[in-house]
């Protein structure tokens, strides 16, 4: 009769055990960072080209991995050195002589929980770039970086979920919480039917 009576508590003890470690799985899997706008943002039209574009993330992400393209419309190269971020924005300069017309970004970096994101936008420049760099070009282009409001600069892994990246962890102890006060009731339960059963042929 015991391992028949066991049965429930060993099925509620691996339910437990597997609650958490699905609950537990779900904070790191949501929380991926997200990129939050660009410069120039998606769609934009510039007077000319600038002498650097970035990405602006939910968070800091890391400075391995990370590269961005810059092509125009003919497909030519135009990023120039390495990608460089400080705090939570990812910025690459341009050559100089950018020609005017349409251009392709694409990025990818590695995230603060070393997951890898990328994604691409693109804007477009009415006429081309001085030949010679333009000392004012720069400030004005980092200014408008935090782009509150700005359109989202391409499709990541997950677009969606980082941007909650605290709160669905939060909720995941919540209802953690919940299920192990749940089966803590029923396994109290069962135990009291356990003495009570093993009583009873003491009374008879």
Known sequence: MRPIRRRPL????????LAAAMLGLAGPAAAHDAAESSSPAQGASVPVPPEQVSVTFSNKPLGIGASVSVKDASGTEWADGQVQI??????????PGAPA?????????????SH???????????????????PATGPTAAATVPG????????????SVPADSGEPFQ??????????????????????????AGEEPDAG
């Open 171 to 196: 909720w995941s102890i919540v209802i953690f919480a919940a299920v192990a006060m749940g089966l803590l009731v029923a396994l109290a339960v069962i135990a009291k039917r356990r003495l009570s």
């Open 116 to 134: 890898p994101i990328e994604g691409t936008f693109g804007f477009t420049a009415a006429a081309a770039a001085a030949a010679g760099t333009a």
């Open 101 to 113: 017309g349409a251009y392709t970004v694409s990025w990818r970096v590695v995230s603060s929980d």
């Open 148 to 159: 509150m409001g700005t359109a989202e600069p391409g499709a990541t892994a997950e677009p």
């Open 86 to 95: 400080v705090d939570n924005v990812a910025s690459q300069k341009l050559r």
């Open 10 to 17: 060993n099925f509620l003890l691996g339910f437990l055990v």
